[in-house]
């Protein structure tokens, strides 16, 4: 997935004041929203690759060892740091074995974050439609 633009300085470190924490905001005209777990910093469209949902007020949670984002609407799971579908899958073949979280292929656009100087920079991937979730992420008017 190929960078379309520039860094953008996005939000201050000093804005988040807990551990976890989201925040929404508007870089270059694209509504995302950048999220803190611990020292480290992500940001993912705004809205949810099923239906539109408002992935941004979703709850954060870990899930099988991930931090996920979990949307309001339909509860889908998407792992914050790469934007893929999480779901609890079984072997049909093999009934016995447990349920396991499983990774499925990105389906919700992510963005590369940078932190320098207590500022958070983003550099926005390109909505080129190969993602599920671009069909809802347009430009904000
Ligand atoms: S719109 Fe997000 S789970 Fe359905």
């Not at 520039?6 to 870089?27: L, N, Q, W």
């Not at 949307?71 to 349920?99: A, E, L, M, R």
Request: glycine share 8%; hydrophobic share 30%; with cysteine.
């Amino acid at each position: 997935m190929a960078a379309i633009q520039e860094e953008v300085f996005a939000c201050s470190v000093s804005e988040f004041v807990r551990g976890t924490e989201k925040k929404r905001i508007t870089v270059n005209d694209n509504d995302i929203f950048i999220v803190k777990i611990g020292d480290k910093y992500f940001a993912l469209d705004s809205f949810c690759y099923h239906a539109g949902g408002p992935l941004y007020n979703g709850d954060i949670e870990e899930l099988g060892g991930r931090a996920c984002m979990v949307c309001p609407w339909h509860k889908y799971k998407v792992c914050i740091d790469t934007g893929q579908n999480f779901y609890q899958s079984v072997d049909p073949k093999n009934p016995k074995t447990s349920v396991k979280w499983t990774a499925g292929q990105r389906r919700h656009r992510t963005h590369a974050v940078i932190v320098r100087d207590g500022k958070i920079y983003v550099t926005l991937t390109e909505k080129d439609g190969t993602l599920d979730s671009d069909q809802y992420n347009g430009h904000r008017a």
